[in-house]
């Protein structure tokens, strides 16, 4: 409670003001977003649906390949069976359900190029033509008695690896419908009349080729669809992995930004406090006494700015526009701000040559090359820190190498290098600064890196887009690949 009499107000009313007054002058303040549940679980979902949307789209590809050498080597049994062998067939309808199924091919090629995922029903009528196709083909020459009739089992084998079970059974009845039908009605063969009490030559060869083809092409195939799908999964892992990892910085959010209203109240009243002392007269003849007061009102100042930022960070304040600056003046302020914390810490800046580009002053970003200051001048006290900042406009990419003469990373640290609770500290609770960091420079469209330097000590270095960084109105290109899709979902 504020004591009677005092004329100290309380720290967060005219903050009150402020944003009233602000928000007069510039218009009705937004409402305070909030978090809807269907799209958070669409933001998780969105990383596991990329892997599947790979994998489908080379399983496609996968096909297409099959197709094409299924189509060429139909095109040179008929020319040789019908040639060299003698074997009459009807060249006109089998060329052109060939043809029929090459320009079948081609539209698959053209699908595979959209940016629509490849969906199961898609490469369910896809083995479904394939099988219409090999059985037409069939039809016109001997069907059941042709050896050529057993590839059927390199289409079930596909969908086996490629399909669901619903979908895999729909090609395996096709399939078995076909070889039944075939076995009823078809074009005979016409053979050589001296091979009528066994089976010629050419039939021998025909199945000992159909068993080549059949073992080659489920090999090849089958390993590289495996490929794809083993691929896929770690891509799954990955994005699983990522999507657990956002919804634990969303709850630490959560407990920052509650943690941030209930110190409000104790600093507000530590803050009334140290002014009605301030004016007391005991403590106002004391210098000694007053200037301790003058320090814990700068520290409460600096506890209140903590809070606020916190309070911005969550998303509670939306009142003032970004604020726009260079990217030279946006590292120099980094750097004194975080000497002002770390007095008597060193820090040497090398940053010549930078490009006058404007960027945006994100509070996040200047926690992340914050927090590894901070970890570097724990790991190395006493010592000159490095702050390396290099601009490649060829690569439009900003690098910023935080350098110290510390003892390195242990060989455990650098391999769960920005995992939570990894810390050489060895305090329950700590290492999460630079898990947090890893997230924050991947939201950007960028990468941490950490690694031991030859000449001693740590180097962890942040690379970034610079579109992640500039406004959007002064990005080059808006739709450029600048690092992950992330960097460009990101608004300003």
């Given at each position: ?393 060829d690569e439009s990419q900003l690098s910023l190498a935080v350098l110290d003469d ?87």
């Amino acid at each position: 409670m504020r004591p009677p009499g005092s004329r100290w107000r309380p720290w967060w009313r005219p903050l009150r003001v402020t944003c009233c007054s602000r928000s007069a002058a510039a218009g009705p303040v937004p409402e305070r977003p909030r978090l809807n549940p269907e799209l958070a679980a669409d933001a998780l979902t969105e990383p596991t649906a990329a892997p599947e949307s790979r994998a489908g789209r080379k399983n496609l590809r996968q096909l297409i390949e099959m197709r094409a050498l299924a189509v060429a080597g139909q095109l040179a049994t008929v020319l040789t069976v019908d040639g060299p062998l003698l074997i009459p067939l009807p060249k006109f309808e089998m060329l052109t359900l060939l043809a029929a199924l090459a320009l079948f091919n081609l539209l698959c090629l053209w699908r595979s190029r959209w940016p629509r995922p490849v969906s199961q029903a898609e490469l369910c009528v896809g083995l479904l033509v394939d099988v219409a196709a090999l059985t037409g083909q069939l039809y016109f020459s001997g069907g059941s008695d042709n050896p050529f009739i057993y590839l059927y089992v390199l289409q079930v084998a596909v969908a086996s690896v490629l399909l669901r079970p619903g979908a895999l059974w729909i090609v395996v009845v096709s399939a078995v419908a076909g070889f039944l039908a075939l076995t009823q009605w078809h074009r005979p063969l016409v053979l050589d009349p001296q091979f009528s009490g066994s089976l010629p030559p050419n039939y021998v060869g025909g199945l000992l080729l159909c068993f080549v083809l059949n073992v080659v092409l489920l090999s090849v195939f089958i390993v590289r669809i495996s490929r794809n799908l083993r691929q896929r999964d770690a891509e799954l892992a990955e994005a699983q992995q990522r999507a657990a990892e956002e919804v634990h910085i969303v709850r630490m959010g959560l407990l920052a930004s509650g943690a941030a209203h209930e110190l409000g109240t104790p600093l507000a009243t530590i803050s009334v406090i140290l002014g009605d002392w301030a004016h007391m007269a005991p403590f106002a003849a004391e210098p000694e006494l007053r200037e301790e007061i003058e320090e814990m009102q700068h520290q409460i100042l600096r506890c209140k700015a903590i809070v606020s930022g916190i309070l911005m960070s969550a998303g509670e304040m939306r009142g003032e526009a970004p604020r726009l600056t260079t990217l030279s003046a946006f590292i120099d302020g980094v750097a004194e701000h975080w000497r002002e914390r770390r007095r008597s810490a060193e820090l040497r800046v090398e940053c010549q040559g930078l490009p006058e580009l404007p960027v945006v002053s994100d509070s996040a970003l200047q926690q992340v090359i914050g927090n590894l200051l901070d970890n570097a001048a724990e790991a190395a006290p006493g010592t000159c820190l490095r702050l390396v900042v290099q601009c490649d406009e060829d690569e439009s990419q900003l690098s910023l190498a935080v350098l110290d003469d510390g003892p390195g990373f242990e060989p455990a640290m650098l391999a769960r290098f920005a995992t939570p609770y990894q810390s050489s500290k060895g305090q329950p609770g700590r290492g999460l600064g630079l898990f947090l960091s890893a997230n924050v420079a991947r939201t950007l469209g960028g990468r941490l890196e950490a690694r031991n330097r030859d000449e001693g000590g740590a180097a962890v270095t942040l690379t970034l887009p610079l579109a992640s960084l500039m406004p959007r109105q002064s990005r080059p290109h808006a739709s450029t690949v600048l690092g992950s899709p992330a960097a460009h979902r990101r608004g300003r």
